[in-house]
T-cell receptor, first 111, second 114 residues
Framework: RKEVEQDPGPFNVPEGATVAFNCTYS??????FFWYRQDCRKEPKLLMS???SGNEDGRFTAQLNRASQYISLLIRDSKLSDSATYLC????????????FGTGTRLQVFP | GAGVSQSPSNKVTEKGKDVELRCDPI?????LYWYRQSLGQGLEFLIY????????KSGLPSDRFSAERTGGSVSTLTIQRTQQEDSAVYLC????????????FGPGTRLTVL
């Protein structure tokens, strides 16, 4: 089983739609969780950290469910510019400075 | 500089040659990471430097891969006797914090081994 698993998509949604991605992680001892965004042929960029209490940044909401070991990202009012691959990232329980990246979920927002 | 820089941006080499990839982290960042990303794949951790501590080399795929970080700043990733399966984008990231947080990535070096 992969340490971090994501549905690769693609998720094709119209502008203005709400879309949600889930990600599961295998090691219950992991402590830090993030969502990164990666545009085609570009480097990943940090979108947001994921806190136990859940957190929101504008149209983006991230949630963590430790009991079920999954993380979610909700995007409201999708924009064309949200089209990208969203990477779920978890820190390694063996080495907390090491991040484990999922293979990403591709989102395509169409007009 | 304002961000992490990497050079070269593209490298095409022949199988069996050695290559060196360079990373200039954000000034003052003590943590530096190397990853690689093959086509359609996720990021694969290679090596991690934190301050003056011994690097975490647990992700290096073979002894043909090595990396060093001079003076706590610039890092060089060396691949000896390159193979076609080494073709990938090699990404460097740096962070001012421990715990893997707030990593800023460079634009990557796209390596193609013919």
């Amino acid at each position: 089983r992969k340490e971090v698993e994501q549905d690769p998509g693609p998720f094709n949604v119209p502008e203005g739609a709400t879309v949600a991605f889930n990600c599961t992680y295998s090691n219950s001892a992991s402590q830090s969780f993030f969502w990164y965004r990666q545009d085609c042929r570009k480097e990943p960029k940090l979108l947001m950290s994921v806190y136990s209490s859940g957190n929101e940044d504008g149209r983006f909401t991230a949630q963590l469910n430790r009991a079920s070991q999954y993380i979610s990202l909700l995007i409201r009012d999708s924009k064309l510019s949200d089209s990208a691959t969203y990477l779920c990232v978890v820190n390694s329980a063996k080495n907390t400075d090491k991040l484990i990246f999922g293979t990403g979920t591709r989102l395509q927002v169409f007009p | 500089g304002a961000g992490v820089s990497q050079s070269p941006s593209n490298k095409v080499t022949e199988k069996g040659k050695d290559v060196e990839l360079r990373c200039d982290p954000i000034s003052g960042h003590t943590a530096l990471y190397w990853y690689r990303q093959s086509l359609g794949q996720g990021l694969e951790f290679l090596i991690y430097f934190q301050g003056n501590s011994a690097p975490d080399k647990s992700g290096l795929p073979s002894d043909r891969f090595s990396a060093e970080r001079t003076g706590g700043s610039v890092s060089t990733l060396t691949i000896q006797r390159t193979q076609q399966e080494d073709s990938a984008v090699y990404l460097c990231a740096s962070s001012a914090l421990a715990g893997g947080v707030l990593q800023f990535f460079g634009p990557g070096t796209r390596l193609t081994v013919l």
